[in-house]
Nanobody
């Protein structure tokens, strides 16, 4: 499975961004797609995940600001981010794994910078 993320960039505090990640290859029908992020000097952390049945899970720091969604027909997952804060600055990675956790696929990452 290959993942291609896009949509990062520079945004002012309080602004919005939408990330996209398209999957290709041998994609298992029952899978979980998600977004993780890694800030400089910190470990990678979960942002949000969504199953192929659209069940979602969010990190506490999302606080209702982010929404994860997916288009199964396009094998694409989205992360709509609002009310961005400087603390949200990080490289955002998309991830796909089957329900069985038999493997883990990662995208190349997309930089999100929140700064005035």
């Amino acid at each position: 499975v290959q993942l291609q993320a896009s949509g990062g960039g520079l945004v002012q505090p309080g602004g919005s961004l939408r990330l996209s990640c398209a999957a290709s290859g041998s994609i298992p029908v029952f899978n979980i797609m998600g977004w993780y992020r890694q800030a400089p000097g910190k470990q990678r952390e979960l942002v949000a995940t969504i199953t192929s049945g659209s069940r979602t899970n969010y990190a506490d720091f999302v606080k209702g600001r982010f929404t994860i969604s997916r288009d199964n027909a396009k094998n694409t997952v989205y992360l709509q981010m609002h009310s961005l804060e400087p603390e949200d600055t990080a490289i955002y990675y998309c991830n796909l794994r089957p329900y069985t956790n038999a493997f883990d696929s990662w995208g190349q990452g997309t930089q999100v910078t929140v700064s005035s």
